[in-house]
């Protein structure tokens, strides 16, 4: 129950299950929909978190390419790869990267609107499916 209002809770606390590193190739999100094609956001980026960052940054280093160090960072070892344009986000996961630990849409700036994504699609490095 609610404390503040009395309501029943809609979700339940649960722990997700683990979950092993997989590599990424491309990505793509679309937000907004039919009934409402102004909600979309337009200030959201995507991050991911590799799942050794410092072995990345250290290997793309050694090896001269820098790979990681192009990608904007956060505090957390998250790096921005993408953002959206017109509700739209895609492109590719720098195979430098390795295996990724998680995948984050961060939103940079408060909207006054409520935004549904309406098309999610990732496709794994090995594989020529989406998940």
């Known amino acids: 129950m609610d ?4 309501k029943r809770a809609l979700r339940k606390d649960h722990v997700n299950p683990p979950t092993e590193p997989l590599r990424l190739e491309r990505f793509f999100f679309r937000n907004g929909n039919i009934e409402h094609p102004e909600d979309k956001l337009f200030n959201m980026s995507v991050e991911v978190l590799p799942f050794d960052n410092r072995q990345s940054e250290k290997e ?3 090896e001269g390419r820098a790979t990681t160090l192009r990608y904007p960072g956060s505090p957390d070892g998250y790096l921005q790869i993408g953002s959206f344009y017109k509700g739209v986000a895609e492109g590719g996961v720098d195979p430098a990267f390795g295996p990724l630990e998680a995948l984050c849409l961060s939103i940079q700036k408060d909207s006054p609107v409520w935004v549904i994504l309406s098309e999610i699609f990732l496709k794994k490095a090995d594989s020529a499916e989406g998940l």
């Open 3 to 6: 404390k503040d209002f009395g």
């Open 60 to 62: 793309a280093l050694q």
